[in-house]
């Protein structure tokens, strides 16, 4: 009788990270995205980060990674993680309902020409698609980060990076790699620029 293991699993993710690898169109995108969240963080105009559960966990990290530092010193930058604030969400909530609860943030900290950027495994949540649809309106670019399909996101979304599982725990695995790479490009550039700029 085989005793379960580790082994499928990590098979599993390999497998999916080498989809990810050999796909030029999500390359594409993920480019675009970097030259996106560049060009707003350069301009000093917000990123608002948001998802719920394991997805708030990586709104969190994404802030976390950008407004102190990834891989380079450079200056702070302007990265709001919506699902952060405790107080606000829970009187928002308990107040008016939670599928707003981001785009009532949006609304406080948006501007023109900034990000608003929603994550979501089945691209489905509520909050988020509100919150990419307040961002419009205000003139930011919405970047959806979703499982395979997008779902509702990918009606909203300016930019929608979907990745090729439909499997949560999957999605938020590969999830991980590409925010990673974003924040590590973004770090980049921004460390680039000149020294009165990064500090």
């Not at 450079?74 to 107040?95: E, F, G, P, Q, Y």
Request: charged residues 15%.
């Amino acid at each position: 009788m085989n005793k379960p293991g580790i082994g499928p699993q990590l098979a599993e993710q390999i497998q999916l990270l080498l989809q990810l690898q050999a796909n030029s169109n999500l390359i594409n995108k993920l480019e675009l995205a970097v030259d996106w969240l560049y060009q707003a963080l350069r301009n000093h105009r917000p990123v608002l980060v948001c998802g719920n559960g394991g997805s708030a966990a990586d709104a969190l990290h994404i802030a976390g990674e950008l407004v102190a530092t990834f891989v380079q010193q450079r200056k702070a930058l302007n990265v709001i993680c919506l699902n952060a604030n405790v107080s606000v969400l829970t009187a928002w909530a308990n107040d008016a309902d939670y599928d707003s609860v981001f785009a009532r943030q949006v609304q406080a900290h948006g501007q023109p020409g900034g990000i608003c950027w929603g994550i979501s495994t089945s691209g489905n949540s509520g909050n988020v698609v509100q919150a990419l649809e307040v961002a419009q309106n205000l003139e930011m670019k919405a970047i959806a980060l979703t499982g395979q399909g997008g779902g509702e996101l990918a009606k909203v979304a300016d930019l929608l990076i979907d990745v090729p599982s439909r499997s949560t725990p999957r999605i938020q695995e590969l999830h991980l790699p590409i925010y990673h790479y974003l924040c590590e490009q973004v770090e980049a550039r921004i460390a680039a620029l000149p020294i009165d700029y990064i500090n």
